[in-house]
């Protein structure tokens, strides 16, 4: 049985990983796809290749359509292993296919290949013709490599377009409105959060490229193939790349003994009675993905660990290297615990938080675990941080 054609002559040949739950650090419950695309035209297209684990499975997806030899051009649209891990194969199998790729992709796939492929790089507008088709190459530097690239399929309206759009995903129905809304579009929002967050001031340019392209379909390299919410998804990227936020506030700790813990819900009640929304994530039973996806559109974050060894846990090292790395952006944060005989904690994450990009407020500390009247200022602290949530809107 041939793979499933999305329009007239396009299949999607990609593989569907069920298994996988890490994504380098990234937490993936719902497993991953490696989607690639085969255009049947005058001349015979592959966009995007697999994981190279996967490479039997996909030379087989592709058999039952056309002779892999018989491919004529291969596109490139980003070199990560998990989209490019095939090539060598198919350099192989397909001994005529030219692989269009951007000078950058070539630079990487020779370093990550060796130079065994027929290359001709493309740069911003240039066009490919199938035949009765016609692709278009749009450069996307930094969403979220150097060499990242989209390419858009006039004739039949779709932007194939790589990681911009994606989701860790994986369902037997490939498209947007064959599978529970809510859930993809969190998925898509934790893609964005964990794998774009860094990039996200070039999100708008990128979107001005896709500005006036009439689209039917957004088929990314991971997850479902976008037809039925296509506004809708690009109104989300245009409001995660202008980092627009709600009032949500998070409360993420760790805690050793209790009394951080006994702060945090303390901070928690205070909130919500400035009737902010509140989510409130433990360190050991959360993990650092789900923290940022909810964190994109959160107005604020605390951040709690007593101390140990003068310094903060080690999970929340863990969660706030993480975030140095992603910048979220200017939303407020504050750091609060507990203590012993000694402090520091607080001055730890306060420096992560402020390399982080984050506004830093005042924070709170007390000694050992709160106390009665400790615990009334807990919740005042609460309180006043969701107030200020509120005005920074």
């Known amino acids: 049985m041939k793979p499933l054609a999305i329009a007239e002559n396009i299949y999607d040949v990609g593989i569907i990983d069920w298994t996988t739950r890490d994504f380098h650090g990234y937490v993936t419950p719902r497993g991953v796809t490696y989607n690639s695309y085969l255009i049947v035209d005058d001349k015979i297209c592959l966009i995007d290749s ?15 359509v056309v002779n892999p030899a018989d491919i004529d051009y291969v596109i490139v649209n980003h070199v990560e292993p998990d989209h490019s891990g095939a090539l060598p194969k198919l350099a192989e199998v397909a001994p005529n296919a030219v692989f269009f790729i951007t000078q950058q992709g070539k630079n990487e796939a020779i370093q990550h290949y060796g130079d065994i492929f027929n290359f001709v790089t493309v740069k911003e507008g240039d066009v490919l013709s199938l035949g009765k088709r016609e692709l278009q190459f749009l450069p996307l530097p930094m969403l979220h490599w150097p060499d990242s690239m989209a390419t858009y399929l006039k004739e039949d309206q779709i932007l194939f377009s790589n990681d911009a759009f994606g989701q860790h995903y994986c369902t037997s129905k490939r498209f947007d409105d064959g599978v529970d809304e809510d859930v993809l579009f969190f998925e898509a929002q934790k893609y964005f959060a964990n794998i774009l967050f860094p990039y996200a001031k070039l ?53 050793m003994w209790g009394g951080t813990e006994k702060v945090a819900r303390a901070m928690m009640s205070g909130a919500a009675k400035a009737g902010i929304p509140v989510k409130v994530f433990r360190l050991n039973s959360s993990d650092n993905s789900q923290i940022v996806a909810e964190l994109l559109e959160a107005g604020g974050v605390l951040f709690g660990s007593p101390t140990l060894n003068y310094g903060m846990m080690p999970a929340m090292g863990g969660l706030l290297t993480y975030l140095k790395g992603l910048k979220p952006g200017k939303k407020l944060a504050a750091a609060f615990g507990t203590y012993g005989w000694s402090g520091g904690a607080q001055k730890d994450m306060e420096e992560f938080i402020t390399k982080a990009g984050f506004e830093v407020q005042p924070g709170f500390n007390c000694k050992w675990k709160p106390q009665s009247g400790e615990t009334g200022d807990a919740e005042k602290f609460g309180y006043e941080f969701a107030m200020k949530i509120k005005e920074n809107k």
Request: net charge negative; no cysteine; hydrophobic share 40%.
């Open 203 to 255: 999100v708008e340019k990128a979107l001005q490229k896709v500005d006036g392209l009439p689209l039917k379909m957004i088929a990314p390299s991971h997850g479902a193939i976008w037809r039925s919410h296509i506004d809708k998804i690009i109104a989300k990227y245009s409001g995660w790349g202008a980092g627009e936020k709600n009032d949500t506030l998070l409360i993420v700790y760790e805690t």
């Open 50 to 64: 697999v994981k190279a684990p996967f490479t039997d499975e996909y030379i087989q997806n592709i058999s039952e």
